[in-house]
Structure formats: structure tokens, C-alpha cells
């Protein structure tokens, strides 16, 4: 297929905290094989980190941590455009458009800015309120097609949608109305403490997740901590909701399929099944691991590759940008 015919992806996680194996699992490894169909863009979305209070060098650290992290997991540089949010200044400058088409009452009911209100209701800033407009702008920006998503951003897509036909149907067809791609694993990793919570990278109890950046010690301990089903026997079902999460890491990680791994723990204990997945995540974990500390020390590389992503998505976002201001009737400047 030529570049032409590509339909465009863009997907981004934000540079906070540890990215979490259920993150991996149920959004960035997905990202690899659509680099083979499709035109993709993946993004560091730094500045919708602000919306929660950060240290500066804490975010200067993450967000290259997560850069290296892409590309240890297998985002191509060559192949996808792999940038940070705030090197492309048009995404702040279509959100303010797409702000004044979005209303009040429809950002008020998202889910996630209800939840983050509660848990930050020190901070509840307006940022917070305008994050799903900024992902809009993220996504429309690039004309894209096709957003990999895990099941709790899905609001925000339908969003991203409605702000598309919204504009389109005012001012004409400018933007393309993007398509989810929902991962089937990921959605499903859980909390270890809590297996009807999802595995969350805010997750007060470490305990509770396993982070990319856990060694194999910790890992091991962590799975050995999580919670377990009243009886002792390895199966998934409605009824046994923390093993058949631990099930479901364990095949994700192993490439077994579950009827195999059931068959394959039958009259054997937690104990040593745990011990099993945690040998499966860190057969995952260990080599993306040192793949992402080898890119870390070659700095001079990693800024290659982020001109390289970012020069490229500039190009994109300006053609997009600079259609919608003539569209909303906005006077060029004089060059
Ligand atoms: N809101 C997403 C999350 O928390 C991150 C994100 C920002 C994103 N912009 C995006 C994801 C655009 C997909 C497309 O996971």
C-alpha cells in the first residue's frame, strides 16, 4: 500500500507517573502491528499532563522515559511518527477553536472529569474540564481515521466525533470523524488488589499494579500479594473475577491460550501458578526494560527521532490548521 491510500492513526498516553503492565497490554502493544497498515502517529501528550499538578523535573524525566519506552516497545521511528504533544504548537491552538464549539454541559458529564474532579477536588482547574477537547485536537488535527483506545477514553472519542460533525456540519467538510479501535485484551487487566477496579497507574497501593519499571523481585512479590477467588482452582468465569485476571495476564504474556492454561494449572495451587505468571510478565517486562535504559543513554539518538516525529507531524497540523482558520474566517497573515 502507498503512503497515499494509508488510512492515519494517532494514539498517545500521557507522561505521569509508572506506565502500568495493564497500559502496555491494553494500549502501546497493540500500537506495533498497526504500524504495518497504517500511517501511524504516536504522541507523548505532555501537556495534557498539567492538568494534574507536576514537578517539572519529574515531567522533563517522564517524558522521556516514555519516548524511550515507545520505542522499546516496538514503535518503529521509521516507520511511525513518534513526537511530544508540546512540540507541535497547533495542538493548543485547535483546542481553543474546537473550546468554542464544545459546550459546557457536555464536558460537565464526562465520566473521567467527574472522577478526577473527586480526586482532585483541590485542583480543579479548568484544564481538567478541557481534557477531552485537547484529545479532540490531538486526533482531528491529523485528519485520523482510526484512534486505539482502551474502554475508558471511549467517551472521549465520541467527543471527538461529535466536535468533527459539529464543525463540519457549520462550516463545511474540514475534518475527517475518527474511528475507535478498541483493544480486547487490555480493558480487561485489573487492579491485583481489587479485580472489579481497572489496573491504574494512580493507583494509591503499588501494590495494586504492576509498573513497566518493576524488577523481576518486585514483580514476583506483587503477584504473590494479589488477591485470589475463594477456592483453589485455576479457571476464569463471572465467579472468579481476580484469578481470571491473573489468567488473562498470564495468557497475554505467555501466548497461551486460556483453555491450554487451564488444562495446563488443573490440581495445581495458586502458589505455583502465581509463580508461573510471574514468570510470564517478566519474560515480557525484562527485555523492553533494558531496550528502553540502552535508549536512554544515547540521548543523541532519542532527539533525532523527536525533530524527526515532530517535524513530520507539523507539516500535518499546520495543513489542517491553517484550513480550519480560513474556514471559520480568521485572515491569513502576510508572509
Ligand atoms: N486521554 C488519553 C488517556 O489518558 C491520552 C490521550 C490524549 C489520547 N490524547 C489522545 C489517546 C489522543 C488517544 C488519542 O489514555
Redesign the pocket.
Known amino acids: 500500500m502507498d503512503e497515499v491510500s494509508k488510512k492515519r492513526v494517532?494514539?498517545?498516553?500521557?507522561p505521569t507517573g509508572k506506565v502500568t503492565l495493564g497500559n502496555y497490554l491494553g494500549?502501546i502493544r497493540s500500537w506495533k502491528p498497526l504500524q504495518e497498515q497504517y500511517e501511524c502517529l504516536y504522541?507523548v501528550?505532555d501537556l495534557?499532563s498539567l492538568t494534574v499538578t507536576q514537578v517539572p523535573a519529574e515531567l522533563r524525566k517522564n517524558t522521556m522515559d516514555l519516548v524511550a519506552l515507545y520505542i522499546a516497545c516496538g514503535i518503529d521511528p521509521t516507520k511511525s511518527s513518534l513526537f511530544i504533544?508540546s512540540h507541535v504548537h497547533e495542538h493548543a491552538e485547535l483546542a481553543w477553536i474546537l473550546d468554542t464549539i464544545a459546550y459546557v454541559g457536555e464536558l460537565n458529564r464526562m465520566t473521567?472529569f467527574k472522577d478526577k474532579s473527586r480526586k482532585h477536588a483541590d485542583n480543579i482547574n479548568m484544564g481538567l474540564m478541557n481534557?477531552?477537547v485537547?484529545?479532540a485536537s490531538?486526533?482531528l488535527l491529523y485528519q485520523?481515521d482510526v484512534?486505539?483506545?482502551?474502554k475508558?477514553?471511549v467517551q472521549?472519542?465520541e467527543l471527538?466525533r461529535d466536535l468533527a460533525q459539529r464543525f463540519n456540519a457549520r462550516y463545511s467538510d474540514t475534518f475527517v470523524v475518527p474511528e475507535g479501535h478498541l483493544s480486547k485484551s487490555g480493558q480487561s487487566i485489573k487492579s491485583l488488589q481489587d479485580p472489579t477496579a481497572k489496573m491504574s497507574k494512580s493507583d494509591p497501593n503499588d501494590n495494586a499494579l504492576i509498573s513497566l519499571t518493576d524488577d523481576a523481585d518486585t514483580i514476583r512479590r506483587k503477584l504473590k500479594r494479589a488477591v485470589t477467588d475463594s477456592d483453589t482452582c485455576v479457571r476464569h468465569g463471572a465467579d472468579k473475577p481476580a484469578i481470571t485476571n491473573l489468567l488473562n495476564i498470564y495468557t497475554l504474556c505467555s501466548g497461551v491460550s486460556m483453555a491450554d492454561a487451564e488444562k495446563s494449572f488443573e490440581g495445581k495451587g495458586y502458589g505455583e501458578f502465581k509463580d508461573a505468571v510471574a514468570d510470564a510478565v517478566i519474560s515480557v517486562v525484562e527485555p523492553i526494560q533494558a531496550e528502553q535504559k540502552r535508549l536512554l543513554a544515547d540521548k543523541a539518538y532519542l532527539e533525532s527521532v523527536l525533530k524527526q516525529g515532530a517535524d513530520k507531524a507539523s507539516y500535518l497540523a499546520q495543513k489542517t490548521l491553517s484550513k480550519v482558520y480560513r474556514k471559520i474566517g480568521l485572515i491569513p497573515r502576510i508572509r
Request: hydrophobic share 40%.
Open positions: 494517532f494514539s498517545g498516553v500521557q494500549a504522541c501528550v495534557h504533544q473521567q481534557y477531552p485537547l484529545m490531538d486526533i485520523t484512534v486505539p483506545v482502551g475508558d477514553q472521549h472519542l471527538a
